[in-house]
C-alpha cells in the first residue's frame, strides 16, 4: 500500500525559499499512470492546488503561484520535490502531497500524505 | 475566493440524509469530472468521491456523488457521528488549474 511522507524545514524567513519533499513508500513512483501533486492548506481555510509532476518531468502549476513554483522527481530516491521561492507569510499553510490518477476528464488524488506545517516568519 | 462554490456549513441529525452542492462553472465541472473529499479533524483529506460518482474501496455506499451541468452534489445518507468533517468538491479546470470548493463543515447535530 502506498504511502506518503512530507519532509522539510518547519520554519522559513520571508523572501527565503521553502523547500518540502514528499517521500513514497510501499511503491515505486515511476510505477503506473500517476502525477504527483503538492497542496497546502493555511490554518483554517481550504485547500489550494500548488501544481503536479509526472515521472518523465512533465509538470502543471497552479498560474497563481507559477512563478515562484519548482516542482521535481528524483525516481532514485522515490521522492518528488517542492519548492517556493520569495515567500512570504501568506504561505505559511499545512502543505500535503498526494498521488494523483489522471483519465480523460481530469484527475483524482487518492492517496495523501499527513502534511507538514511551514510557517514563514522571520 | 474559491472557484467552485459550497455551502459553509450543513447539519443533520443522526440517521438524516444531508446533501452538499458545489457550484462551478463551464470550464470546470460543466467540462470535467468532480470529485469529494472529507476532511476530519486535524487529518489530511481523504477521497470520497472520484469521476462524480465513484467510490473508492472502502468508503461506504451511504455516501454518493452526483453532477448536473456545472453543479454537482455529495448525499450522504443515514447520517453517522462520525462523519462530522470538512467537505471538499474539486475540479479541473480548463485554465490549468485543479479548483476547489471553500469546503463544508458538516456537523452531526
Known amino acids: 500500500q502506498v504511502q506518503l511522507q512530507e519532509s522539510g524545514p518547519g520554519l522559513v524567513k520571508p523572501s527565503q525559499t521553502l523547500s518540502l519533499t514528499c517521500t513514497v513508500s510501499g511503491g515505486s513512483i515511476s510505477s503506473g499512470s500517476y502525477y504527483w501533486s503538492w497542496i497546502r492548506q493555511p490554518a483554517g481555510k481550504g485547500l489550494e492546488w500548488i501544481g503536479r509532476?509526472?515521472?518523465?518531468?512533465?509538470?502543471n502549476y497552479n498560474p497563481s503561484l507559477k512563478s515562484r513554483v519548482t516542482i521535481s522527481v528524483d525516481t532514485s530516491k522515490n521522492q518528488f520535490s517542492l519548492k517556493l521561492s520569495s515567500v512570504t507569510a501568506a504561505d505559511t499553510a499545512v502543505y500535503y502531497c498526494?498521488?494523483?490518477?489522471?483519465?480523460?476528464?481530469?484527475?483524482?488524488?487518492?492517496?495523501w500524505g499527513k502534511g507538514t506545517t511551514v510557517t514563514v516568519s522571520s | 475566493q474559491s472557484v467552485l462554490t459550497q455551502p459553509p456549513s450543513a447539519s443533520g441529525t443522526p440517521g438524516q440524509r444531508v446533501t452538499i452542492s458545489c457550484s462551478g462553472s463551464s470550464s470546470n465541472i460543466g467540462s470535467n469530472t468532480v470529485n469529494w473529499y472529507q476532511q476530519l479533524p486535524g487529518t489530511a483529506p481523504k477521497l470520497l468521491i472520484y469521476r462524480n460518482n465513484q467510490r473508492p474501496s472502502g468508503v461506504p455506499d451511504r455516501f454518493s456523488g452526483s453532477k448536473s451541468g456545472t453543479s454537482a452534489s455529495l448525499a450522504i445518507s443515514g447520517l453517522q457521528s462520525e462523519d462530522e468533517a470538512d467537505y471538499y468538491c474539486a475540479a479541473w479546470d480548463d485554465s490549468l488549474k485543479e479548483v476547489f470548493g471553500g469546503g463544508t463543515k458538516l456537523t452531526v447535530l
Open positions: 498526494a498521488r494523483d490518477h489522471v483519465h480523460i476528464a481530469g484527475y483524482y488524488m487518492d492517496v
Open positions: 509532476i509526472y515521472t518523465s518531468g512533465s509538470t
